[in-house]
Each structure stands twice: as C-alpha cells, then as structure tokens.
C-alpha cells in the first residue's frame, strides 16, 4: 500500500503542473518519490487468504455451489424444511476444488516473489562521489536491510577510485554497488556491454563514437531489432569549464532508456 501511495502521490504532483528539479548525482529517496522496486506478486502473507478466497467465489460456478450447499445445510440440520441428502455431499467436493485452487495460487505467487526479489537486488552501478561513499549514511534507505552498507564494486577499476578534474580541482568518484531498488531519481547509473537496463534511463554518455548506443527491446515489446539511442552534447560553453581528462573518464559510462531493455555497446 505504501508503494501505491508513492505512485499516487507522484502523479498528482506530475498532474498539477508543479516544477520538478533533479541534481544529477543527488538522488530523490523522500516521500512522495517512489522507489525502483519491481513487484509482480498479488499477495502478501496476511492478504493471501481473504483475497484469493475472494478471487475463487467470484466465479460463478463456485458460487452456486456454495449457495446450494448451505441451503442443503439449513433443510439437514433445522426445521425449516427437509433435506433428503447431506450438505457433506456438496460443501466437501467445492472445499477439495477451492483449496486446490488455493495451493496453485500460492505456488505461482511464490515464484512471482522470488522473481521480483531477484530482480530488485540485483546489483548494479552508481557514479558517487567517493566521500559520499564513505560516509556514515543518514538516509533510512541506505539503512536499511536492502542494503546494509555501501560499497564499491570490485569490477570496476580494481575497486579503486577514480580522480576527474574539474576546474583544476580532482574530485574522486567512486563507483558504488547497489541494488536495483535502491535506484531513485537523480543518479547516475552505469550499464556496461549487454546489461539489462535497471531503470526508466536517459543516456548521458557512451564508449562509442558520437555518444550512441544501441539497446534491445525484446522483453518489452518482443521486438528483437537494435534501436539506436544518441546521448546530447554538452555546449561548448558549459564545457570550457572541465578538462579533457575529464570528458574521457565520463565517457565510459552508459546510461539507456527503458527498464527491461538490453544495452548494446562495446563497453568493457
């Protein structure tokens, strides 16, 4: 209920024209901003009985049943009328049928579960600064079991930080583990040569020539055609203030539109 409230929440925001500012590398995790969490199951382990009960006796069948038995339980055990046959002869049979029924339910709904845990903690890669890296979180999500600390990924670099100059100044990025929940708004995800894309992305850069990249959508929309996807070019005003050295390093990352989509790119 919590994640529907988010997503109510912000598209109320999204409807009454309120303006939303985004600072690349300083993520949205405040209410009303929802998460990056995938969840396909229908049910919880308190909401399973009431609600897939209700699923069964909204067929028709199970329903007529169910009236016909009861009626056949007030004419055996009452004095309002006579029933020659037992109600068990009825009530027994639709009970095997719904709770098989149920079995299969939940059996499905596992798996749904697992799916989207598989999904959600996936890990992926954030640009951070190095000194948010290191310091003690404060946020709750950041806190939280989802993810108990905050890490750098050991494929990338060695683990090590990497040193960009902007304005003469080295600032040290790092590039950090997450899972894919924990994606929010504002950050700058790095997907690698034929990654799922975790995430509605705008491509900021890429290792190929002109800043394309080329993604899949088969997971999407079946399609199994390469789209090409261009990155804008940052104005030459706003680029006089950063070094070369600086403009290769961010290069190297790769960010597609799309979640559930493919990236195609020869990033190593």
Not at 36 to 49: I, M
Not at 117 to 139: G, I, M, S, W, Y
């Amino acid at each position: 209920m919590g994640f529907v409230k988010k997503r109510e929440a912000a598209a109320m925001a999204a409807e009454s024209g309120e303006r939303r500012i985004i600072d690349f590398g300083h993520p949205e995790v405040d209410p009303p901003f929802a998460d990056n969490s995938v969840r396909t199951s229908k049910y919880t382990l308190l909401s399973f009985l009431p609600l897939a009960i209700r699923e069964q006796f909204r067929r028709n069948g199970n329903v007529y049943f169910l009236v016909i038995g009861f009626l056949m339980f007030i004419g055996k055990y009452s004095n309002l009328f006579y029933s020659a046959i037992s109600p068990w002869t009825t009530l027994g049979p639709l009970a095997i049928v719904v709770s098989v029924s149920l079995a299969q339910e939940s059996y499905m709904d596992v798996k749904r579960h697992r799916s989207d845990r598989l999904t959600n903690f996936h890990p992926c890669v954030v640009l951070r600064r190095a000194d948010e890296v290191d310091r003690v979180p404060e946020k709750k999500l950041w806190c939280s079991k989802k993810h108990p600390r905050r890490t750098r990924d050991a494929r990338l670099n060695g683990g090590n930080d990497l040193d960009v100059d902007v304005n003469g100044t080295s600032v040290p990025i790092a590039f950090e583990s997450v899972f894919r929940t924990n994606i929010c708004a504002g950050d700058l995800v790095l997907v690698r040569n034929r990654e799922m894309v975790p995430a509605d992305l705008v491509l900021l850069a890429s290792a190929n020539e002109g800043g394309s990249a080329y993604i899949e959508t088969s997971s999407i929309d079946g399609e199994t055609n390469l789209k090409l996807r261009n990155s804008p070019h940052i104005p030459a005003k706003a680029n006089s203030g950063v070094s070369k050295g600086s403009v290769r390093q961010s290069a190297t990352s790769d960010d597609d539109g799309g979640g559930g989509e493919r990236a195609r790119s020869p990033l190593a």
